[in-house]
């Protein structure tokens, strides 16, 4: 099955030309990841009993709430085997054979190095904001270090690197040496994941 997906957080913008049922509309915010939205979830769900064999969105910003979120998406139709189309960027993810493309490989490159750079230029701010908050005496830490949530430790990209490979199947062993970490790390992320549902996503 063929669907359309579109992401608009103002309903007076969404077409009745949306009411055919291959088209599927998330009346909601961006920052939503896109596996929490309701038609988001209905898709992953409707995935996992093969039913869907292509989506096609205007583009890929509809697929997540920051490049880590649509990396996950894409990565995650590819896996599925999901052809995707955007139109905004003229991606085709997939040939006529059902082969990922080597264009979808260098945007998925290019994904991961921005993934980075946002979650470096992130940290960098928040270290910033603790320096000038020490200054002021405005700070108040754990023992001087601020607590990690859960949702920072999956959103670093060495997190979702090994996410990546324990979802398609890799052992801890092969999965540390692929991503070049520690067998420790990769537990705890597997660990982790399991608790949180992380796994199961995909």
């Not at 099955?1 to 088209?23: A, F, R, V």
């Not at 959103?155 to 490979?165: A, D, G, M, Y």
């Not at 520690?182 to 982790?192: A, H, I």
């Amino acid at each position: 099955m063929l669907i359309h997906y579109i992401q608009e957080s103002d309903k007076s913008k969404i077409s009745s030309n949306y009411d055919s049922p291959n088209y599927y509309v998330d009346n909601c915010s961006s920052i939503i990841p896109f596996s929490k939205r309701d038609k988001g979830s209905l898709i992953f769900g409707l995935i996992g009993q093969k039913k869907i064999s292509k989506i096609i969105v205007d583009s890929i910003s509809m697929l997540g709430r920051n490049q880590i979120d649509v990396l996950n998406t894409i990565d995650f139709l590819i896996i599925n085997n999901i052809s995707l189309t955007s139109k905004n960027e003229g991606l085709e993810t997939m040939d006529e054979f059902g082969r990922v493309k080597s264009d979808t490989i260098l945007l998925l490159n290019l994904l991961k190095s921005l993934a980075n750079m946002e979650y470096t230029n992130r940290k960098e701010s928040q270290r910033y904001g603790v320096s000038k908050a020490k200054d002021l005496g405005r700070y108040k830490g754990v023992g001087g270090k601020q607590l990690e949530s859960i949702e920072e430790f999956f959103e670093k990209p060495k997190t979702v690197n090994i996410l990546r490979h324990l979802r398609r199947g890799e052992s801890i062993r092969r999965t540390a040496k692929l991503v070049g970490a520690s067998t420790g790390l990769v537990q705890k992320v597997k660990r982790w994941s399991i608790d949180n549902n992380k796994l199961q996503m995909f």
